[in-house]
């Protein structure tokens, strides 16, 4: 379940984020960093599901449009990008858009850094 204190002391940068991500010229992608606990993943699952509109399916990580690469080992690997090469071939299913979120894309290895 998103945390809803963390989405407070983001406040903020949630407005901001909106308000760029409305403009025509937003971007692709957005690299969210900080320091350990303060709540980076909650943030991000919480504008996911206010871009893909379905809060219930982006906790639960079954939302069609959203892909999240979490590995809990030392690194991420090329084997673990494999399954975003194929679904980022298909349009959105539900949404407008497709979202990936890359939990610690710090870890990755270069192969998969360039494979993606």
């Known amino acids: 379940m998103i945390n809803k204190k963390v989405v407070e002391f983001h406040l903020k940068s949630k407005e901001s984020f909106f308000k760029f991500l409305t403009n025509q010229d937003s971007f692709g992608s957005y690299l969210f960093t ?59 299913f539900e949404s407008t858009r497709k979202i990936i979120v890359i939990s610690k894309a710090e870890t990755m290895n270069v192969e998969a850094q360039n494979k993606l």
């Open 34 to 92: 900080g320091l350990k606990g303060t709540g980076k993943k909650d943030f991000v699952f919480f504008l996911s599901s206010k871009i893909l509109t379905n809060s219930h399916k982006i906790e639960k990580n079954i939302h069609p449009d959203f892909f999240y690469l979490s590995n809990e080992n030392d690194k991420i690997l090329v084997q673990d990008t494999k399954d975003i090469e194929k679904w980022i071939l298909y349009p959105p």
